[in-house]
Structure formats: C-alpha cells, structure tokens
C-alpha cells in the first residue's frame, strides 16, 4: 500500500484550476473511504461509483482505510469528471496498477457502475486549464475526443471503459488518439439571406452599420415590418471568427453541454433568440451551486436577439447593463464567483405600443399606456444602444424590375472591408472593432478636429445625449468613416451617427 496522487481539472466558469488528489490506502484499520476537500453532492456520491465500477471491473477494491484528498482542499469542487481520476489514484495507492504513466497525465470522466466512462461537460476549458499548467496527457471519455482534439498541444487519449485504463497503465494495451475525421463546416448559403427582406432601406443600413462596428441596435415598429427577419440576418452578415475567438465560443458551448459528439470548432458566429418568458438567471446565468452560463454568454462573439423586448419586464432589461459595458457577467454564487465571457450584439426589436396597429393612426392606446409600455426600455439601458431605427409599413408585396433587394453576399464584403479597417487602425491596442475602443482614446489619441465635433458638443450642452451617448457616436463615425472608405470621420460621419440616436426612434 502506498501514497498515490493523479491530477484532475476543477471548473469556475471558463476559468479552471488543477486539483492534485491524493489516496491514502493503510493496511490497517476498519475498512472505509473519506473524501475530502470540499466535494459537492455528485461528487461525494462518487465513492460509491468508484467501488462499484472497480470491482465491476474484476479488480480488488482495498479492504483497508481508504483516504481521498482534493487539492487545494479550500476550493470547492463540484461534478463528477472526477471518477476516473479518483478511481485511479485508489487503484495506484492499493499497487494494483503501476503509476509512472500517471504523472503528468490528467484524467477526466463520469464511470458508470459497469465502468464506462460517460462524457461530461466543460472537456475543452478543462483541458486549457491542464495544457496551461504544464500536463503533457489528457485521458477523456471516447465520447469527447472530437472535442478533445480542438486543444493543441497535449496529448489527448480517449477511454470507454475503465478497463482500458488499467490496461493502459499496466502496459496492456494502448487507448485511441486517432483523431476523428474533420467534419465539414455549414455552408454559408444555409444562411438567411437579406434579399429576403422588402424594403426598409433605413433598417437595412443599420444593419450594415451594426455588422461592421459591432454596435447594438434597436428596431421598432409594428408587427410584420421585418424586424425580426433583419435581426436573424444579422449574424450572416458578420465574418467569421478568429481561432481565439473560435475557442471561446467552443468553450461555452461545451459547458452548457451543447457539443455533440462530432464536436468541432464553431466558427460562425451564434445567434441566440431566447423566447421572452426566460427568466434572468437564463438570460444572464445561473443555477443551484455554481452557476452555468446563459442567453448572455452563449451568445458572445455573436448576436443576442430580444424579441418582443419590452414584454420581457424591465427586470431582465436592466440585467443586461454589466454585461452590456464590460463584454462579460460575473455571478456571486454560495460556492463561488464566477465570470463568463459575454461580448456580443444586442438586437432589440420592439412593437411601439401593446396593441401594435400597422398604422399609428389606427393605434387605441392612451400616451400614458405607450409611455409606459416604452418605459420599460430604461434611459440608462438605451444609452448603451448605439442605434435606433423606426420600421416602415410595408406598402408593397411586388419587388419592381431592376429593383431587386440587395443580398447578404454584397453586403458581407462591404461589411469585411470596414472591419479590416478598424483591425488595422487598433492593432496596435488589441482592440478588434470600434465598439471596443474606450472613449478616453477616443477623445485624446484619436481626437477629431472641433468642426466636426460641433454638433456632438452641441447636443451635450442642451442635454441631448450623455458623455457616454457622445462615446458611442464617435464609434459610430468611425464605423461609417470605414464603410466608406475615409481615414478618419468628418463632420456628416458625426451627424449621421448623431441621427441615429434619435430618441424619437424608440
């Protein structure tokens, strides 16, 4: 009997660290295992996993004190991706498996009471975290070896059975590292395209605008104008992401456990269009223990869509403000705090009152019903919207000959234009977009000459917009400044962004 230790990964959001567990197996003593350091309730009922698989595997369980330390023991582990680990480290301790290939070999899966190895979420992050911190093995379950392959620069072996295991550690037999076959990614024409849209021009160029800088929007009208079609297309206007970019979202994703077992890295920006009646922990995460991530992040490094926003309640809207200025959302749960990234597009789209006619005119509300019904879109919330557009009635079902509504393809390539732009002016900063750049650079590195800030500075003196309005119209000159193909902004690029914040439009 010895002290054995294998490795394991503990999760806190997108943030990990690396628990070293420890099996003190001692030849004397009233048989019993103790797991310590902070386990929740799945993972303390994992002893009773462990034993089963292990003897299910026709190898001796120790029938001696059994001693299971989880390091740092004052960190809270939640889950069950540690059986294998667990499972391991007793085997080791009681010398029924050699430990040289446990070093340096982090070890991740659910067992079954037979010994299968189930797959378990969160596998990429995890897997970050071991690389970071200097393990050269991973052994996960099979399932999660396509997603397991993402992660360069660790060797990654794939189990199904705990007995593959231990035949792996005792020079039996080897476990799989074939990497799965690369799985073809989406065509870009399943997409929605823009043509599909009639009319709207003014919508349309906000979209354009929002695509290329990275601003959030907001679209009201009547119902049937085409705000909702705008905004699914919106995500096809965007390009795709960087591989950096790309692991975040694949990380996120694998903690909310929406991989599939084919898993590969997702590219295209996500879409999400939560239905109104999500409560806040969906929309901005949550959970018993530590919680998981929601619409928010799920959402980050693409579109967010609330449909039908003001009938979510001004508690959910004001939820969003955090997350909204600083690109990700902390949650302060009893087991910890965590934070998930949540740098996406808002896109708000909204009837302008509850009775919502295709004409104003037709409209039976009272002002005091439609102030209030409006009012929950807060000043506060709509200062950090960069644009706002009214919809127009749809006047006509015919498109007129040489008229043909132009397609996401064209507008794409305007789109990535702008934004190569903007990468190239902030490379130097790390910033992608220009919805990123804070506005003291704004004002002073990249400051713009007085004549054409005048109308800016005008609307702050009679209250018009607030410091932090004036910060995103300067963003939205650059964006337009970009789109058409100018250095820097001029005097129409600051009005046109002024325009849009026209509270008239909400």
């Known amino acids: ?146 997603e397991a392959h993402l992660v360069e620069g660790i060797d990654v072996l794939g189990a199904g059975h705990l007995r593959d295991v231990v035949a792996w550690l005792r020079d039996l037999g080897e476990l799989d590292r074939r990497p799965p076959p690369d799985a073809e990614p989406p065509a870009e024409d399943d997409a929605p395209d823009l043509s599909d849209v009639l009319g709207q021009p003014e919508a349309r160029w906000a979209l354009e605008v929002a695509a290329a800088g990275g601003h959030h929007l907001l679209m009201v009208g009547p119902p049937g104008t085409g705000k909702t079609m705008l905004a699914k297309r919106l995500s096809g206007l965007l390009p795709s992401l960087t591989v950096p970019e790309a692991l975040e979202v694949t990380a996120i994703r694998s903690i909310a456990g929406d991989l599939s077992e084919s898993a590969t890295l997702i590219r295209t920006p996500p879409f999400v269009a939560p239905h109104p009646s999500l409560s806040i922990p969906a929309l901005i995460g949550g959970g018993t223990g530590l919680a998981r991530p929601g619409a928010v992040s799920r959402a980050h490094r693409g579109v967010l869509l609330l449909d039908e926003a003001c009938e979510l309640g001004a508690k959910r ?139 800016l500075d005008r609307g702050l003196e009679v209250g018009a917009i607030t410091a932090r309005g004036a910060d995103r119209c300067l963003r939205v000159a650059w964006t337009l400044a970009d789109l058409d193909g100018r250095d820097r902004p001029d005097a129409e690029h600051v009005a046109a962004a002024l325009e849009f914040r026209d509270r008239r439009a909400a």
């Open 317 to 455: 809207l004001e939820a969003l403000r955090t997350a909204l200025e600083e690109g990700e959302v902390r949650l302060a749960r009893r087991d910890g705090t965590l934070r998930y990234p949540a740098r996406f597009q808002l896109v708000l789209a909204t009837n302008p009152c509850p009775c919502a006619p295709a004409r104003d005119l037709d409209c039976q509300c009272p002002p005091q019903v439609r102030r209030r019904y409006l009012g929950k879109l807060s000043g506060p919330l709509l200062d950090r919207v960069d644009l706002r557009v009214r919809m127009r009635p749809i006047t006509a079902m015919t498109v007129q000959a040489g008229a043909e509504p132009e397609g996401s393809a064209a507008v794409r390539k305007r789109v990535e234009n702008a934004r190569a732009a903007a990468r190239q002016r902030w490379s130097a900063h790390g910033w992608q977009t220009n919805t990123e750049v804070p506005g003291p650079v704004l004002r002073r590195e990249f400051a713009l000459p007085a004549a054409a800030t005048a109308l």
């Open 1 to 146: 009997m010895a002290l054995r230790k294998t490795w394991a990964v503990a999760l806190f959001g997108v943030d990990g660290a690396l628990v070293e567990i420890e099996a003190d197996v001692r030849k004397g003593g009233l048989p019993s295992v103790q797991l310590l350091g902070l386990p929740d309730t799945a993972l303390q009922e994992s002893k009773n996993r462990v034993r089963a698989a292990i003897q299910n595997c026709k190898e001796d369980w120790p029938a001696s004190c059994v001693t299971l330390a989880l390091s740092p023991a004052a960190m809270p582990k939640t889950g069950t991706s540690y059986d294998l680990a667990l499972a391991c480290a007793v085997l080791a301790g009681a010398e029924l498996v050699p430990p040289h290939r446990l070093a340096g070999t982090v070890l991740f899966g659910e067992l079954a009471l037979d010994g299968r190895i189930r797959p378990v979420r969160g596998l990429l992050p995890a897997l970050l975290t071991a690389r970071r911190e200097g393990m050269r093995r991973a052994v996960v379950p099979a399932d999660g070896l396509a």
